[in-house]
């Protein structure tokens, strides 16, 4: 249960010193935030004596409202939370920030949260009444020095705020980075120091996207839609023209947290919890022992691409069942039926292909206690919402894969929150892709059990070795990415390449790099629901591999970074009911880590068991050593990863 303590230290009058500056200090002290308001707030942040960003504008500009503020008073307290977060990074955790809020002119209110890890604000409402619109929101990120920065670029040229949000970062000392719009979360390098740009709390309101200038980073948001097309191809809805605002209210309310993670270590940043924690609490009612995270046998990735059988494989009752089968076999706990179960021409997901009989489907599905999830696109769901979610819950479908959002207005985000609750009202498990990255709403609506918003595995099917760099981003995001919550990078390719071999293949794609860096996905993701993205025949002929993966967990207790450098290396440890998992990745330079095991309880020895690169791995992706051992907290081994490579090993009691 989350048990919140809330103690209340200081409130007092500025109006007569409108301009002083406020203090607010980390709980350990070594965060300090000083807020000054002269027209706008400005804010500094400093790290143990150390001037991180300076004079930082902040202002929510509303309709019919002066827009210029001046100081009222200040109100301070401590939060201290205790958070059940059971498919999160770790399974229970405390959070304690202190808080100062500052009352301004104009109906408003600013509040600022000191962590021991970060600085948290957001603009709240009092006294309005009515419907008002917001015209803007100035955040600003004025950095002290010049920073090498690592912004995630829109991918869309002509229209940037419509897009997937997949892009691999793009590294540069601010001053010299592109002034193109890039979605968060993004992270500057500042004295040593690695600051992350988070949002959390994301409702009824546009999502921010940020822009280089001087220097700086500034706040830019989608306008609030006004007039839709759709796509023709998937009856996809986007966005033709807009209103000159970018959100619509009505009444008091507090907008988005913006969070500046602080990271004095890289392998601080996988950990963070501050989205999390910041988001709203669980608003599913009831029991949640329907939310059951699991690995998927995912049909898209490979092509539908299973051999060795006596029937034309594809989208029919035949395949499906094979993949059924070969779920069951292995003990998965789902198979998704992505595009083209239904026409997606159409736009009418209540109407199944005649080459499929999905209730028979799903019913074979059930007595081999498998679940069935179904791609639909996020607009065709929500215009037909309850009686897909009455249908296809009544059928014993388990969930939805929603894809295509690709937009970050607040109807879109309107969109999301309305689906993540209804379906939560008929017991069903939603993976959102084409989307945004999740930002606390899976505290919110723990039925959403993944989010894609990454570089994922689909890129590997048409994207040249010599244009993307799969290794450097697979050690990069877990650090950036990672901090906003689930990712659904779809992994488990087995068709591995070196970086020379590498090409581009639709229907039987390779992976960059080595079968343990694939290996080492599941351990290293946080990703509730994860699927074997290839095809189970090549699971079936690579069965000690397939083995391994699934034999492991795909929600953890505890989690530990023990190791890395981001865009370099990373080696991720993560506990279940007493046993330990243990994963490391490398970009392509090849190298030897030592793992040292002082992360696990003193006075217990494990049984090993390592998936490791083979000594021909340089050469052949494929090639792979297993090996079983004994280790305990005052072990210490030593493992080379191959270019590209990596390694995941089980500890069991």
Known sequence: MKKYIIVSLLAVSLSAYSQKKQTLLSPDGKIRVDVSVNGLVSYTLIDNGDTLMRDSKLGLQLSESKNTYRSGSVKRKTIEENINAPMYKLANYKEKANSMTITLNNEQQVEFRAFNNGVAYRFITKGKKGKYTVQNEISEFAFHNDTKAWLPY??????????????????????????????????????????????????????????????????????????????????????????DYIAKCDGDRSFPWRIVAVSRKDTEMPVNTLAYSLASPDRVEGDHGWIKPGKVAWDWWNDWGISKVDFK?????????????????????????????????????????????????????????????????????????????????????????????????????????????????????????????????????????????????????????????MPLYDVTYPFIRGMSGFVDFTPGGFRNATRKDFKPVYSNPMTMGTRCHQLANYIIDDSPLTMLADNPTIYEDEKECTDFITSLPTVFEKMECVAGEMGEYIVMAREEKGDWYVAGQTNWTDRDITV???????????????????????????????????????????????????FAMSLKK
């Open 313 to 469: 494989s594809g989208i029919n009752q035949q395949t499906y069942k094979y993949f059924i089968d070969f779920a069951a076999k292995n003990r998965l706990q789902y198979v998704v039926l992505d595009e083209g179960w239904y026409d997606p021409k159409s736009g009418d997901m209540l109407k199944v292909i005649p080459d499929l009989d999905l209730p028979k489907l799903v019913k074979y599905a059930e007595s081999k206690n498998i679940g069935i999830i179904l791609w639909t696109v996020f607009n065709v769901l929500d215009s037909q919402l309850d009686a897909a979610c009455e249908k296809y819950s009544k059928m014993g479908v388990k969930g939805f894969k929603v894809d295509f959002l690709d937009r970050y207005d607040q109807e879109g985000v309107d969109m999301i929150h309305r689906i993540a609750d209804r379906c939560a009202k008929s017991k069903l498990l939603l993976d959102y892709h084409g989307i945004f990255p999740p930002n606390g709403i899976n505290r919110t609506y723990p039925n959403i059990l993944n989010f894609e918003s990454v570089f994922g595995m689909e890129e590997a099917k048409w994207s040249e070795a010599d244009k993307v760099d």
């Open 154 to 243: 829109s991918t869309n040229e002509k229209n940037p705020k419509a897009m997937a949000f997949q892009a691999t970062y793009h590294v540069t000392p601010l001053s010299e980075a592109k002034s193109i719009e890039a979605f968060l979360p993004a992270t500057v390098e500042c004295d040593g120091r690695k600051l992350t740009l988070i949002e959390s709390d994301v409702e009824a309101y546009p999502g921010m996207f940020i822009k280089a200038s001087d220097g700086r980073l500034r706040s830019e948001f989608a306008k609030y839609p006004k007039t839709f097309d759709y796509y023709p191809w998937r009856r996809q809805k986007y966005v033709t023209s807009c209103e």
């Open 596 to 646: 040292d095991f002082g992360f696990l309880p003193s006075g217990k020895t494990f049984k090993a068991q390592l998936m490791c690169d083979g000594a021909n791995a340089d050469r052949v992706a494929t090639d792979y050593t297993r090996k079983e051992m004994t280790v305990n907290s005052s072990t210490k081994i030593n493992i080379h990863m191959a270019s590209g490579g990596g």
